[in-house]
């Protein structure tokens, strides 16, 4: 039972390259520093859209009260967002992360 | 009209057809097993087929309706997917292993009694633990774990079973009672192969070690037969709710802290099958629906995703987050197709998650379960945090690893797409997916709040994302998880096995040696009288008739063979002196006198060889004379005696 080559080998403090059509495309966006502050702005342009839109918007199942909040769920995921962040990371410093030879 | 072909059939016949193929066939075969399937489940008709009758049961192979039709389609779309991606594997072994898993999952979503799933569901232990064993040596310790917790899964169901067929239940497989031991066996057997803590390390453990293809197998069918298995045993059993929900945020907290990129996904596993388990324990039409689709959703974006990254570790022979980075330049086809898997799991509009995650947030809804429908949107923020933004951040962004990678060879990446046209179809699609649901609920995903909410929610987790980047920074450690009680909790155990153990074995032995060895011991006084008694004269007896036959032998030895072998050998030494008179004056005599005879002849030859022509001469006419006087006296004898004469001369 041997375990499967990789086709490569990679090169330590070697930036790598693109090579085919797609990886250059996307070299093109993601290295540019003017692309990704367009991709920015509109990424902020959208959020506000979004918030203030959902004012509008009809809502079919109006259950709870915070269903008629305006950007609520946008509120929401950002604050799931941090504190999932957070007290993930407090558990798993108090209790649960191991150094990678715990078990040997 | 044939009207129903069983899946496993297929998949069995093509396992062990395999071994014996090569090339081109063995692929068509390999392929072929789960088309046939899929194409014979759409031509089958709902209702109950290969029943098998038997000590008074009756023991269903094909219960056929829209619940077990649905999964089985999914599974032979996911076996399809998950063998196109493996299709480079040279190894029978795997191909097999993986054939086998796939047969027996839909042996299982098929199975009408109870019995009988827990065959196939034992078949689906032993055969997907090789998708680990293949990995090389070390994933042994690993799937001896899986097969531990399975077996343990396996032996609780069987008991399970046993005791609710004892109490009158019936071996028949459908919504079981939600009280009494059976059914609590049965559901924690079911719970088990659920992943649902705290009985789930077995996954997060198992499956990043098995094989590069071997996991998208893994991934589709054991945790999701186990959501069938509770859909179609335990609906509205209200612990699931509370159990799902902690699935879901227990994958999702995990899935921080890990630094192996097969394992996080894993851990989101957990999260995923979480919002069906707590759907079930819904139990309502919605509910129940939203459980199975999103199971089929799943199947598709997980398998995408895990190939997604087994592609990167087959690729660059790297699996933690904290050694990788910079991939897209170098992986652009397999970072596109992650990402559609990464939108999918998130619940993006427009992918499949949407229709199907956002189905079991509005059952919660509709049942006014307000904590259980905002736990489950916190939990799907860390779905699209770890999957759709921390995974390929890090994994195809971050800081450039300098690895010299390219994407995976063309029958991986078609496996990808393959399960990636899937995810954007029933997105865009849902009613293809709708249709085939088992229960009556009707259900419009893309209404302007839910719409408007998902991407309010995504977009704002994405800000979240990027405002605390850097504390999300991959570290490289490992969890401890509930897996540590058997693995590390080992000093423990021995404590067990010295200290109560042991005392209760002291007990046991103080009896052993009261009641079977202090009779014992009277047993052997008595044997030892006998002996004194009986057998000793006996033996003494014996011992003296044995003391004069050997006497009489050595007193036969002594006189009559000792002096028989002494005359010979004075015989043998009279017979020597003789022999050597004869030796020394007869045999050399005649020696020396042929010796005398050659020196004489010698002498006259000497006299012969005078080395002048004429005498040599006058010797060959005389000699000639000789011999024609020689043939002229002997003619009349000649012909018939002399070769020469009759072949040469005449």
């Known amino acids: ?104 | 009209m044939i009207e129903f072909i069983h899946p496993t059939l297929f998949f069995f016949i093509a396992a062990a057809l395999l071994p014996f193929l090569k090339g081109t066939t063995r692929k068509i075969v390999l392929l072929g097993a789960p088309l046939l399937a899929f194409f014979g489940l759409l031509m089958s008709i709902e209702g109950t087929h290969g029943v098998l009758s038997s000590m008074g049961q009756e023991f269903i192979l094909g219960r056929v309706d829209k619940l077990s039709l649905v999964f089985g389609y999914v599974f032979t779309i996911a076996a399809l997917i998950g063998l196109v991606y493996s299709l480079h594997v040279e190894r029978d072994g795997e191909h097999m292993a993986a054939l086998l898993y796939a047969g027996s999952s839909l042996g299982a979503v098929f199975a009408g009694d109870l019995f009988t799933l827990f065959i196939f569901w034992e078949i689906m232990a032993f055969t997907s633990v090789f998708l680990v064993w293949f990995r090389g040596s070390e994933s042994a310790a690993v799937g001896i774990r899986y097969l531990m917790v399975h077996t343990f899964g396996g032996v609780a169901l069987l008991g399970g079973i046993a005791i609710y067929v004892a109490n009158g239940g019936g071996i028949a497989f459908d919504a079981l009672p939600h009280t009494g031991l059976g059914p609590t066996l049965i559901l924690i057997g079911f719970l088990i192969n659920a992943a649902v803590p705290p009985f789930h390390a077995w996954l997060p453990d198992a499956y990043p070690e098995s094989t590069i293809p071997g996991i998208v197998f893994m991934a589709a069918f054991t945790t999701k037969t186990a959501v069938y298995v509770l859909v179609r045993g335990f609906p509205g059993t209200e612990i699931l709710v509370p159990l799902g929900v902690t699935m879901a945020l227990y994958g999702v907290v995990y899935a921080v802290l890990e630094n192996d990129i097969r394992r996080l996904l894993a851990y989101h596993i957990i999260s995923q099958v979480g919002y069906m388990v707590a759907a079930v324990g819904m139990g309502t039409d919605l509910a129940l629906n939203g459980a199975v689709s999103h199971a089929y959703a799943h199947i598709l974006y997980k398998g995408l995703l895990m190939m997604g990254m087994s592609s990167v570790v087959f690729m660059t022979g790297r699996k933690k987050l904290t050694e990788l980075g910079g991939l897209y330049k170098t992986m652009p086809i397999t970072f596109s197709l992650y990402m559609i898997g990464g939108f999918a799991i998130s619940a993006f509009p427009l992918f499949s998650g949407f229709v199907t995650k956002s189905m079991v947030i509005s059952a919660a809804i509709e049942i006014h379960r307000p904590a259980v429908s905002l736990l489950l949107t916190l939990a799907s923020a860390g779905t699209f945090l770890h999957t759709g933004l921390k995974l390929p951040y890090y994994v195809f962004f971050a800081k450039d690893a300098g690895i010299v990678a390219k994407d995976p060879p063309p029958n991986m990446i078609a496996g990808m797409a393959l399960a990636a046209f899937m995810c954007v179809f029933i997105g865009v699609w849902p009613e293809f997916l709708y249709k085939s649901l088992p229960f009556a609920a009707d259900y419009h995903p893309y209404t302007g709040d839910h719409v408007v909410g998902a991407l309010l929610m995504l977009l704002f987790t994405a800000l979240g994302f990027f405002m605390l980047l850097k504390k999300l920074d991959p570290e490289p450690t490992i969890s401890v998880d509930t897996d540590w009680f058997y693995r590390k909790a080992v000093p423990g155990f021995m404590w067990l096995v010295n200290k109560p153990i042991a005392a209760y074995e002291e007990r046991v032995t103080g009896f052993y040696k009261k009641g079977i060895i202090a009779p014992g011991v009277w047993v052997s006084k008595f044997s030892e009288y006998l002996d004194l008694l009986i057998i000793d004269p006996l033996v003494n007896a014996t011992a003296a008739v044995h003391l004069f036959w050997v006497s009489y032998c050595r007193k036969f030895d002594v006189r009559v063979i000792d002096g028989m072998v002494n005359a010979v050998g004075r015989g043998v030494f009279g017979g020597g002196w003789f022999s050597n008179i004869f030796e020394k004056y007869i045999v050399y005599g005649l020696i020396n006198v042929v010796g005398y005879m050659n020196h004489v002849g010698a002498r006259i030859f000497k006299r012969l060889q005078t080395g002048s022509v004429h005498n040599y001469a006058m010797i060959i006419i005389v000699g000639a004379f000789i011999l024609a006087n020689i043939y002229i006296l002997f003619r009349d004898q000649l012909p018939s005696n002399l070769i020469v004469w009759k072949w040469g001369l005449g």
């Open chain 1, 1 to 104: 039972m041997k375990e499967e080559v990789p086709y490569t080998e990679s090169v330590a403090g070697q930036k790598s390259k693109a090579t085919t059509p797609l990886g250059k495309f996307y070299e093109g966006i993601f290295e540019n520093p003017e692309t990704l502050r367009k991709v920015k702005k509109g990424f902020y342009i959208t959020l506000g859209v979004l918030s203030v839109g959902d004012i509008f918007v009809h809502r079919h199942h109006a259950v709870f009260f915070w269903d008629h909040i305006p950007a609520f769920m946008g509120a929401y995921g950002l604050i799931s967002t941090i504190l999932i962040i957070v007290i993930s990371k407090y558990i798993g410093h108090a209790l649960l992360m191991k150094k990678e030879d715990y078990y040997d």
